[in-house]
T-cell receptor
Framework: EPEVTQTPSHQVTQMGQEVILRCVPI?????FYWYRQILGQKVEFLVS????????KSEIFDDQFSVERPDGSNFTLKIRSTKLEDSAMYFC?????????????FGSGTQLSVL | SQKIEQNSEALNIQEGKTATLTCNYT??????LQWYRQDPGRGPVFLLL?????KEKRKERLKVTFDTTLKQSLFHITASQPADSATYLC????????????FGAGTRLFVKA
């Protein structure tokens, strides 16, 4: 079964550094998402992306965050200057459609630790 | 603000029994509701989707009900097995929240052999 692939599985960085989290969505999917989950808390929506542009974003997704689809397969999340509170598991997801047919496929996540 | 509430306390049941998990929501008019399973350290896995005009959906040992008047969904696992032990997440999407899917905090289920 096709799956969403995320790299790296773990990322440790110093506060203030830039990080790029990478994802390869399922190949025939058109909608891409980033979510995050702080330890012990709920899965929180960050951003959705379609047709090479952001379609929705949450309050969490401020100017420090950006997303990009640099080629036909990768989807990246960049955090420009990491803060301690950015430490979380970051999940990439993709779906073939949206609306009431939306079924999200999630990757295994990147555990980001900001020191 | 939009809120999705799931039982924060873990649910402990005996193998073979039916597990029932509850999802309530406020300040939201979802077009659909979904249930996902999440194992520790892993991403959520889609289980079932039910639309606003549907009352009940079944898939193998799983059953979901959706009451838009009560703003509640019930998720049932019949003949539960220890392998069903996981966290189950309720998720809503459409209309009020745009077309993004937002998640509840989940309910942890433990099935004892």
């Amino acid at each position: 079964e096709p799956e969403v692939t995320q790299t790296p599985s773990h990322q440790v960085t110093q506060m203030g550094q830039e990080v790029i989290l990478r994802c390869v969505p399922i190949s025939n999917h058109l909608y891409f998402y980033w979510y995050r989950q702080i330890l012990g808390q709920k899965v929180e929506f960050l951003v959705s992306f379609y047709n090479n542009e952001i379609s929705e974003k949450s309050e969490i997704f401020d100017d420090q965050f950006s997303v990009e689809r640099p080629d036909g397969s990768n989807f990246t999340l960049k955090i420009r200057s990491t803060k301690l509170e950015d430490s979380a598991m970051y999940f990439c997801a993709s779906s073939r459609s949206r609306g009431d047919n939306e079924k999200l496929f999630f990757g295994s996540g990147t555990q980001l630790s900001v020191l | 603000s939009q809120k999705i509430e799931q039982n924060s306390e873990a649910l402990n049941i005996q193998e073979g029994k039916t597990a029932t998990l509850t999802c309530n929501y406020t300040n939201y008019s979802p077009a659909y509701l979904q249930w996902y399973r999440q194992d520790p350290g892993r991403g959520p896995v889609f289980l079932l989707l039910i639309r606003e005009n549907e009352k009940e959906k079944r898939k193998e040992r799983l059953k979901v009900t959706f009451d838009t008047t009560l703003k509640q969904s019930l998720f049932h696992i019949t003949a539960s097995q220890p392998a069903d032990s996981a966290t189950y997440l309720c998720a809503l999407g459409g209309y009020t929240g745009g077309f993004k899917t937002i998640f509840g905090a989940g309910t942890r289920l433990f099935v004892k052999a």
